[in-house]
Nanobody, 123 residues
Framework: QVQLVESGGGLVQAGGSLRLSCAAS????????VGWFRQAPGKEREFVGR????????FYADSVKGRFTISRDNAKNMVYLQMNSLKPEDTAVYYC????????????????WGQGTQVTVSS
């Protein structure tokens, strides 16, 4: 079992930056991947990016590529989402999630979820 807690959300102006944190507790195996998703009101949950727990391989959605960066600190069981050049369309609740099979980008592939943290970008 893995528990996830996100933090770092808030209100920021367009063009600004935020760093979200995801604290993981429980047993994290090297084969796992940690993903970030977001969900805006009235929209489906959207894949943002992911990182493999062992080698740190990252993969991003086209909508955030070049602006967002995912990193991890294995010793602290932490994963981070650095968001730069934020746009109003980035406004959403952001979630981190664990994929035990490191198999994909669909929410259905992920086994454990945090409660989410709100990010609001004003224009």
């Amino acid at each position: 079992q893995v528990q996830l807690v996100e933090s770092g959300g808030g209100l920021v102006q367009a063009g600004g930056s935020l760093r979200l944190s995801c604290a993981a507790s429980g047993r994290i195996f090297s084969t796992y991947a940690v993903g970030w998703f977001r969900q805006a009101p009235g929209k489906e949950r959207e894949f943002v990016g992911r990182i493999s727990w062992n080698v740190g391989y990252t993969f991003y959605a086209d909508s955030v590529k070049g602006r967002f960066t995912i990193s991890r600190d294995n010793a602290k069981n932490m994963v981070y989402l650095q968001m730069n050049s934020l746009k109003p369309e980035d406004t959403a609740v952001y979630y981190c999630a664990v994929d035990k099979l490191a198999s994909g980008t669909s929410p259905e592939s992920y086994d454990y979820w945090g409660q989410g943290t709100q990010v609001t970008v004003s224009s």
